[in-house]
């Protein structure tokens, strides 16, 4: 370039800042154009990393939404020694899922049933922690209000059957004879620090356990609520656990530990041989595969169809942006030619535009990626109400990846512009 | 003519130029039919795949919904499972295949009767000792369809059963057979016996009794794994009951709920006219599972939440990121074509002032931008409209293993959108040709 005036008429400044100004002054006096590709890469940018940020979060975020559709492993006591009588008790709870949350992140609730007698016929009460069972339990239909003390949600087969309606009373008794004998012993010894007058004879005589319900009657319960879930659910009585342990006359161990882990497939299944490998533990660990596999089902084919969708949306928007940017730069064809005819070197003519269409990369890229973050954000937020993180790497890529196509896009019109003979061109072909 | 000539001799002379206007509608349209055509099938596509789940609706007869374990208290000891005990009301099995008569026959893709029972079962007893000499322990007998066909009144047959419903177990041996002396061991229970694939089952309920042939050993990882499923003329004959089952689970594509439909599940006779009719022609788990109630004398037919509402959310939810992706990408294609058009107009403003110098109107060359932008873009758009479709069945077959099926409606949206496009970006370009001044364009800057 040395030597060469410069349509500014400024012989005297170095190169560089010649360089400088030639590029800034294409960009500013052809302002349109300019526009035109930054607008280009933006799109590129834009999609680039809505789609990716997609594909990313939104199977996690569909996977935990699944979590809160029913437990995927649930701990049962071994049917065998005397703890199964006991249920599963608080320490052992503790300890079990401090096993399984070691390896994954998990949402727990217990379960304590027991038969008690409405109106003497006999139902399955559980005692809950609502929160905790609500958390797991999503699909649960629920009118009225979850089981709060004093108050109990029924199943809707158990609302129709007696006929409760939300805000009626019912009277629950507890009968020990009805819980097997070992349970009657539990509770036996339990409810005779409780001082209960039945409790020693009640596994002895039948007879004489129904009179003793017939003479205390129960207590009385609020219905706060209905449940249905078409399932099992729509036939059991749920209270309170600090209901049932008094209605029952004495804490006990839960019967059943619910666990909704974010593990899958076969990292849950190992969380569940490890606990079973305790012996010692007196529990027993199953998955649920039913809903274990389906899900990971579900989540592997969201999986393929939005990356899928997703690469073959980029690769035609980078064909756009590509071609965009290819008829921009060939537009400049006559001013290549009457450059060259001043005598600038074909690699001088190279240069400058590979330096000036990065330039609209990096402008557009960024751009684009703000926007992109933008809207994949908003997206998420309608879909599944929770705020994304920016992902910076996934920015940076989306950024180096639109100057990236702006430079590729640039080298065929170079190419051409530099075999370009400047007397054709000046002629106007 | 001399138009049509005009633009074949621009078209011609300068091909490359054009290509490229026509590569970039064509990509536009080709991103747009892939992306619509998935986005409209994804639907039925999701629905086919949430089957994995399992039965969304179970039936149950009506008096059994109630009372089915109020006298259980022998059986109810941990887990709520007074299901242990043997049903006592039924549902027809003759009344089954009405399920295929209904509103929805056509989102009814599979459903299996049961009659759950209990019996004494024993591996390799022998014919007649059924007792003593073998180890025999009672476990649930489950008779049921196992892959049956069934015929409607309406003429129409399908093949129902439980093989369509269990996907989720593994399958040592095979699935047995329907009507005949084959049974299914889950894999608790078959250790529990000592049990492999080929052994003969001896089941005992009273005094009757019958030799199986265990053709399969399933792991289901539920509390199936400790019974016997067999087919259910065998528990009928078994148990004294013929043409009676306790239960029926049926699989349905259902549209995910909403406030209708909850409103409608609670009580159908509360909607108002227009409201029912909606919610009775919508296909939710709700207004299906009434319609079974229809058909199926002494029935109650409930969805099974957990499945139904996994459902709809996941539908609901994969739904709303296609359309939204979808929305993005057509803006983009739109954006793409309309930065490409307008690029290509002001690259030949020489060319459009040298014809308004030698006397063209404005009108005459505003006709000879459109008319070759327009065959342009339609040749682009034709060929982006293959491809696209081509693109969707590839994401059909390598995400759902089916073709895409393209709804009309996808290519009359897309055409619509490009014109707009195609036509909006020529506009700006021609409203620029109208304000050259020839002179001072072919004078050159």
């Given at each position: 370039m040395k030597g060469r005036r410069g349509r500014f008429g400024m012989g005297t400044m170095t190169n560089g800042r010649m360089f400088t100004i030639m590029i800034l002054s294409a960009v500013f006096r052809r302002r349109s154009r300019a526009v035109m590709a930054v607008i280009a890469s933006t799109v590129g940018a834009a999609t680039l990393f809505c789609l990716a940020a997609v594909c990313i979060a939104v199977p996690q975020q569909m996977s935990e939404d699944m979590r809160?559709?029913?437990?995927?492993l649930i701990v049962t006591p071994v049917e065998s020694a005397s703890s199964s009588a006991n249920g599963v008790d608080a320490a052992m709870v503790t300890h079990t899922t401090e096993m399984v949350e070691a390896k994954t992140p998990a949402k727990v609730a217990t379960y304590r049933y027991e038969t008690v007698r409405i109106n003497s016929a006999s139902y399955i009460m559980a005692g809950i922690d609502s929160a905790k069972v609500k958390a797991i339990n999503?699909?649960?239909?629920?009118?009225?209000?979850?089981?709060a003390p004093g108050k109990v949600m029924v199943g809707s087969d158990v609302a129709s059957a007696l006929g409760l309606k939300i805000g009626g009373d019912i009277t629950i008794a507890y009968r020990a004879a009805d819980n097997g004998g070992g349970a009657s012993g539990a509770s036996a010894s339990a409810s005779s620090s409780a001082s209960s007058t039945a409790a020693p004879s009640a596994s002895s005589k039948d007879g004489r356990v129904s009179t003793d319900i017939l003479e205390e009657g129960g207590t009385s319960f609020t219905v706060g609520g209905i449940v249905d879930t078409?399932?099992?659910?729509?036939e059991i009585v749920y209270a309170t656990a600090a209901d049932l342990d008094k209605l029952a006359g004495g804490a006990r161990g839960a019967d059943l530990i619910e666990y909704s882990a974010e593990a899958s497939g076969s990292a849950l299944q190992s969380i569940a041989d490890s606990i079973n490998a305790m012996t010692s533990m007196g529990v027993k660990a199953q998955t649920v595969t039913k809903i274990n596999t389906a899900n990971s089902r579900i989540i592997t084919m969201l999986q393929t169809l939005f990356w899928l969708v997703s690469v073959v949306v980029l690769v035609l928007t980078f064909v756009g942006v590509g071609t965009t940017m290819t008829s921009i730069v060939s537009q400049r064809r006559n001013e290549i030619g009457l450059r060259k005819a001043l005598g600038a070197p074909s690699a001088g003519v190279g240069t400058e535009f590979y330096a000036e269409s990065p330039m609209y990369g990096l402008f557009g890229g960024v751009l684009g990626t703000v926007l992109g973050y933008g809207l994949a954000r908003v997206l998420c937020a309608m879909v599944f109400e929770r705020a994304l993180p920016m992902n910076w790497p996934l920015a940076a890529v989306s950024v180096l990846c639109s100057i990236f196509i702006a430079v590729i896009a640039t080298i065929r019109p170079v190419r051409k512009a530099s075999r370009i003979d400047p007397a054709v061109v000046l002629r106007e072909e | 003519m001399f138009l049509n000539r005009m633009v074949f001799r621009s078209l011609s002379r300068q091909l490359s130029r054009r290509i490229l206007i026509a590569v970039s509608v064509g990509l536009s349209a080709c991103v747009s039919v892939a992306m619509l055509g998935v986005v409209f099938d994804v639907g039925d596509k999701l629905n086919a795949e949430l089957s994995t789940y399992g039965s969304n609706i179970v039936v149950q007869p009506k008096s059994d919904a109630v009372v089915s374990d109020l006298y259980s208290a022998n059986d109810a000891d941990s887990s709520g499972s007074a299901l242990d005990s043997d049903p006592a009301s039924f549902i027809k099995e003759s009344d089954i295949p009405k399920i295929k008569t209904i509103f929805w026959a056509y989102n009814i893709t599979d459903f299996a009767p049961q009659l759950n029972t209990h019996a004494k079962v024993g591996v390799n007893c022998g014919g007649d000792s059924s007792g003593a000499a073998c180890h025999s322990v009672s476990a649930p007998l489950v008779g049921t369809w196992f892959h049956k066909k069934i015929t409607a009144s309406t003429g129409e047959s399908s093949t129902v059963g439980v093989q369509g419903m269990r996907s989720w177990w593994k399958l040592t041996g095979s699935w047995a057979k329907d009507d005949s002396d084959q049974a299914m061991i889950g894999s608790t229970l078959a250790k529990e016996l000592g049990a492999a694939v080929g052994d003969t089952l001896t089941v005992g309920k009273g005094n009757a009794t019958q030799q199986l042939r265990i053709s399969g050993i399933f792991d289901s990882g539920d509390d199936d794994n400790g019974a016997v499923y067999l087919s259910s003329s065998a528990v009928q004959q078994l148990a004294g009951l013929?043409?009676?089952?306790d239960r029926v689970e049926v699989k349905a594509l259902t549209t995910p709920e909403n406030d209708l439909a909850r409103k409608a599940a609670r009580n159908p006779g509360a909607l108002s006219q227009a409201d029912w009719e909606t919610w009775y022609c919508t296909a939710y788990p709700s207004s299906i599972a009434y319609q079974i109630e229809e058909v199926i004398p002494g029935s109650v037919a409930k969805q099974v939440r957990q499945v139904a509402a996994l459902q709809g959310d996941v539908m609901q939810k994969t739904q709303a990121v296609m359309i939204l992706m979808t929305a993005l990408s057509l803006i983009a294609a739109a954006i793409a074509v309309a930065n490409l058009m307008a690029a290509a107009i002001a690259e030949r403003s020489s060319e459009f002032a040298l014809l308004k110098a030698i006397g063209a109107t404005d009108a005459s060359v505003s006709r000879l931008v459109v008319m070759e932008t327009a065959s342009v873009s339609l040749f682009g758009a034709l060929i982006g409209a293959g491809l696209g479709s081509a693109a969707a069945q590839v994401v059909g077959h390598v995400v759902f293993g089916s073709g895409i099926t393209m709804r009309p409606m996808v290519f009359v949206l897309v055409f619509v959108l490009l014109a707009v496009t195609v036509l909006a970006a020529s506009l700006s370009g021609i409203r620029s040709i109208l304000r050259l001044r020839p002179a001072e364009v072919l004078h050159g800057r």
């Amino acid at each position: 370039m040395k030597g060469r005036r410069g349509r500014f008429g400024m012989g005297t400044m170095t190169n560089g800042r010649m360089f400088t100004i030639m590029i800034l002054s294409a960009v500013f006096r052809r302002r349109s154009r300019a526009v035109m590709a930054v607008i280009a890469s933006t799109v590129g940018a834009a999609t680039l990393f809505c789609l990716a940020a997609v594909c990313i979060a939104v199977p996690q975020q569909m996977s935990e939404d699944m979590r809160s559709y029913g437990a995927n492993l649930i701990v049962t006591p071994v049917e065998s020694a005397s703890s199964s009588a006991n249920g599963v008790d608080a320490a052992m709870v503790t300890h079990t899922t401090e096993m399984v949350e070691a390896k994954t992140p998990a949402k727990v609730a217990t379960y304590r049933y027991e038969t008690v007698r409405i109106n003497s016929a006999s139902y399955i009460m559980a005692g809950i922690d609502s929160a905790k069972v609500k958390a797991i339990n999503h699909h649960w239909s629920v009118q009225g209000s979850w089981p709060a003390p004093g108050k109990v949600m029924v199943g809707s087969d158990v609302a129709s059957a007696l006929g409760l309606k939300i805000g009626g009373d019912i009277t629950i008794a507890y009968r020990a004879a009805d819980n097997g004998g070992g349970a009657s012993g539990a509770s036996a010894s339990a409810s005779s620090s409780a001082s209960s007058t039945a409790a020693p004879s009640a596994s002895s005589k039948d007879g004489r356990v129904s009179t003793d319900i017939l003479e205390e009657g129960g207590t009385s319960f609020t219905v706060g609520g209905i449940v249905d879930t078409g399932g099992s659910e729509d036939e059991i009585v749920y209270a309170t656990a600090a209901d049932l342990d008094k209605l029952a006359g004495g804490a006990r161990g839960a019967d059943l530990i619910e666990y909704s882990a974010e593990a899958s497939g076969s990292a849950l299944q190992s969380i569940a041989d490890s606990i079973n490998a305790m012996t010692s533990m007196g529990v027993k660990a199953q998955t649920v595969t039913k809903i274990n596999t389906a899900n990971s089902r579900i989540i592997t084919m969201l999986q393929t169809l939005f990356w899928l969708v997703s690469v073959v949306v980029l690769v035609l928007t980078f064909v756009g942006v590509g071609t965009t940017m290819t008829s921009i730069v060939s537009q400049r064809r006559n001013e290549i030619g009457l450059r060259k005819a001043l005598g600038a070197p074909s690699a001088g003519v190279g240069t400058e535009f590979y330096a000036e269409s990065p330039m609209y990369g990096l402008f557009g890229g960024v751009l684009g990626t703000v926007l992109g973050y933008g809207l994949a954000r908003v997206l998420c937020a309608m879909v599944f109400e929770r705020a994304l993180p920016m992902n910076w790497p996934l920015a940076a890529v989306s950024v180096l990846c639109s100057i990236f196509i702006a430079v590729i896009a640039t080298i065929r019109p170079v190419r051409k512009a530099s075999r370009i003979d400047p007397a054709v061109v000046l002629r106007e072909e | 003519m001399f138009l049509n000539r005009m633009v074949f001799r621009s078209l011609s002379r300068q091909l490359s130029r054009r290509i490229l206007i026509a590569v970039s509608v064509g990509l536009s349209a080709c991103v747009s039919v892939a992306m619509l055509g998935v986005v409209f099938d994804v639907g039925d596509k999701l629905n086919a795949e949430l089957s994995t789940y399992g039965s969304n609706i179970v039936v149950q007869p009506k008096s059994d919904a109630v009372v089915s374990d109020l006298y259980s208290a022998n059986d109810a000891d941990s887990s709520g499972s007074a299901l242990d005990s043997d049903p006592a009301s039924f549902i027809k099995e003759s009344d089954i295949p009405k399920i295929k008569t209904i509103f929805w026959a056509y989102n009814i893709t599979d459903f299996a009767p049961q009659l759950n029972t209990h019996a004494k079962v024993g591996v390799n007893c022998g014919g007649d000792s059924s007792g003593a000499a073998c180890h025999s322990v009672s476990a649930p007998l489950v008779g049921t369809w196992f892959h049956k066909k069934i015929t409607a009144s309406t003429g129409e047959s399908s093949t129902v059963g439980v093989q369509g419903m269990r996907s989720w177990w593994k399958l040592t041996g095979s699935w047995a057979k329907d009507d005949s002396d084959q049974a299914m061991i889950g894999s608790t229970l078959a250790k529990e016996l000592g049990a492999a694939v080929g052994d003969t089952l001896t089941v005992g309920k009273g005094n009757a009794t019958q030799q199986l042939r265990i053709s399969g050993i399933f792991d289901s990882g539920d509390d199936d794994n400790g019974a016997v499923y067999l087919s259910s003329s065998a528990v009928q004959q078994l148990a004294g009951l013929p043409d009676q089952v306790d239960r029926v689970e049926v699989k349905a594509l259902t549209t995910p709920e909403n406030d209708l439909a909850r409103k409608a599940a609670r009580n159908p006779g509360a909607l108002s006219q227009a409201d029912w009719e909606t919610w009775y022609c919508t296909a939710y788990p709700s207004s299906i599972a009434y319609q079974i109630e229809e058909v199926i004398p002494g029935s109650v037919a409930k969805q099974v939440r957990q499945v139904a509402a996994l459902q709809g959310d996941v539908m609901q939810k994969t739904q709303a990121v296609m359309i939204l992706m979808t929305a993005l990408s057509l803006i983009a294609a739109a954006i793409a074509v309309a930065n490409l058009m307008a690029a290509a107009i002001a690259e030949r403003s020489s060319e459009f002032a040298l014809l308004k110098a030698i006397g063209a109107t404005d009108a005459s060359v505003s006709r000879l931008v459109v008319m070759e932008t327009a065959s342009v873009s339609l040749f682009g758009a034709l060929i982006g409209a293959g491809l696209g479709s081509a693109a969707a069945q590839v994401v059909g077959h390598v995400v759902f293993g089916s073709g895409i099926t393209m709804r009309p409606m996808v290519f009359v949206l897309v055409f619509v959108l490009l014109a707009v496009t195609v036509l909006a970006a020529s506009l700006s370009g021609i409203r620029s040709i109208l304000r050259l001044r020839p002179a001072e364009v072919l004078h050159g800057r």
